[in-house]
């Protein structure tokens, strides 16, 4: 009899958001209030792997502009289950996404652009470039220079390194921006309900997409994606309504998205806006009481420093760094930390120095096992790029064989989808080879640098270290191969 009692009468339904029970008759997943609730809380897309969008019959829609497919495909495939929630992402009506659906709208420009801001869709697998804007107009060409965030302009063929420069010009055309930038007045209005699990989950994401995205790319394109991101976690830290343990989870994720916000700013030239980006980053650790953060904010603020020319900076943030480590130490973190140290002494020329925090630095990496855990601000940090650290300070302190050595590892092994690390490490060789006073090989190297640079990255940081290379080379050699190098960087890159 017990059996069959609990068959007539089941568990009572819970609340998926706030676990409280609901009425018989609501059919929904969430009670009355947290339905409530959810509408004013920012719906966020979930951030998806790379090889979600890449999969054979969503690459072929979104090349397409097939956005009644992508729609279907991406309600079919994640949480984000029904037409109305996928408006809500995008800007549109849910009579609109119908109509999308059902094949019975022209696709324009414009809507390309709400759903790859909306969506997160990764910009490099959609070329707006020809889809007509509201007015039935096309995209114009791009002008023959785009200005750079840096103050320098880089040519037209930049445009084809990635659809990604493309992509946030056509935008800009248009006044509509793929970091989403809202009225700041606006924003100051905003009501918020309640901040769940999911929304602090959504945001401990984010950062590993950015970075993937980064590690591909570079950071130019993807910095305002990244910043208009930290203000969404912002809005949602400073005007939700949560609990104790998710208000915890949520500072920490806005101060890792704020450190990756920084990291874009700085590859992109932009060191004012990723300075304050890392100092927000080290505030919120503080108050959170979180080392980790603390450690990854510092150590980052180190590495801006020495690139900076401000090395002694530099060396007492790497420093602070490694005794907030202390409690929380592996073998990584405590070579990467090393190695901060070891490129600041580098920088200020103190050779016995930067070669003891190398050797600290190598002997901590060799102590790592596979089942080191690794957040994902250390997981970058491999052979690869300890031998590229350690060429950087062999250069910087005058010892141009043993750097080449280095960098020429940290250029020929780079993991696939490393692109941006390889453009940045090549540079570097040339820069070492031209040390070594092989100039013939250096401008060799500098030209696979170039080609790089107009094709596939998008790094103001790399871009710069580029033309420090030139400016040295004009003062060494007026070799024919020089002069045609020099020629081709004016060409494409405007000083």
């Known amino acids: 009899m017990a059996r069959e009692s609990s068959e ?5 339904r819970v609340c998926a958001h706030c676990g409280g029970r609901l009425r018989r008759d609501n059919t929904n997943t969430l009670c009355d209030p947290c339905q409530r609730s959810a509408h004013t809380v920012e719906l966020l897309a979930p951030v998806l792997p790379l090889d979600f969008w890449a999969e054979p019959e969503m690459r072929a829609a979104l090349a397409d502009h097939d956005l009644g497919k992508v729609s279907q495909l991406y309600r079919a495939r994640t949480p984000i289950r029904r037409q ?45 470039i020809g889809a ?24 037209d063929n930049m445009r084809r390194r990635s659809v990604l420069k493309g992509l946030t010009g ?14 700041e007045e606006a924003l100051a209005n905003d009501d918020f309900g309640r901040v769940g699990e999911a929304h602090a989950a959504q945001l401990e994401d984010a950062p590993k997409h950015l970075y993937n995205l980064d590690y591909r790319y570079g950071g130019d394109t993807l910095c305002d994606q990244a910043a208009a991101q930290l203000r969404r976690a912002n809005k949602l830290l400073n005007r939700g309504q949560y609990s104790e343990k998710v208000g915890q989870r949520l500072q920490v994720a806005t101060g890792e998205l704020g450190i990756c916000a920084g990291w874009l700013a700085f590859d992109a030239g932009r060191q004012d806006q990723a300075r304050y980006c890392y100092t927000e980053a080290l505030a919120a650790a503080r108050m959170a009481n979180d080392a980790n953060l603390e450690v990854h904010a510092l150590a980052n603020m ?8 401000r090395p002694r900076e530099g060396l007492h943030m790497a420093q602070a760094a490694q005794r907030v480590a202390e409690q929380i130490s592996t073998p990584t973190m405590d070579s990467l930390l090393a190695m901060r140290e070891a490129r600041a002494w580098a ?33 970058f940090f491999d052979e690869v790029e300890l031998a590229g650290n350690e060429g950087m300070c062999e250069l910087d302190t005058g010892r141009a ?77 007026t070799s024919t191969a020089a002069r045609t190098f020099m020629a081709r960087f004016d060409s494409t890159v405007v000083a």
Not at 302 to 309: E, K, P, R, T
Request: net charge neutral; glycine share 6%; aromatic share 4%.
């Open 8 to 12: 007539h009468n089941p568990a009572p």
């Open 84 to 128: 109305h929630m996928v408006a809500e992402l995008v800007g549109f009506s849910q009579a609109h996404i119908s109509r999308i659906e059902r094949g019975l709208c022209e696709i324009r420009l414009d809507t390309v652009l709400r759903f790859v801001q909306g969506l997160r869709i990764p910009p490099h697998l959609v070329d707006p």
């Open 132 to 155: 007509p804007y509201l007015d039935g107009s096309t995209a114009p060409e791009l002008p023959t220079t785009v200005p750079t965030h840096a103050g320098h302009e880089v040519g």
């Open 170 to 183: 056509a935008a800009a055309l248009v006044g509509f921006s793929l970091a989403g930038d809202e009225d």
């Open 302 to 309: 180190s590495m801006q420093a020495v690139a900076l020319d």
């Open 347 to 379: 920088k200020l020329n103190d050779g016995p120095a930067a070669r003891r925090a190398m050797v600290r630095a190598r002997d901590a990496f060799e102590q790592r096992s596979d089942d080191e855990e690794k957040p994902v601000w250390i997981a």
């Open 401 to 477: 064989n043993k750097a080449a050595s280095f960098l020429e590892l940290a250029r020929g092994k780079q993991r696939e989808g490393m692109v941006r690390n390889k453009s940045l490490y090549t540079v570097r060789l040339a820069f070492a080879t031209l040390a070594r006073r092989d100039v013939t090989r250096a401008i060799e190297i500098g030209e696979e640098a170039l080609g790089m640079v107009v094709n596939e990255v998008t790094s103001t940081r790399t871009l710069n270290e580029l033309r420090a290379f030139r400016r040295q080379l004009a003062q060494v050699s």
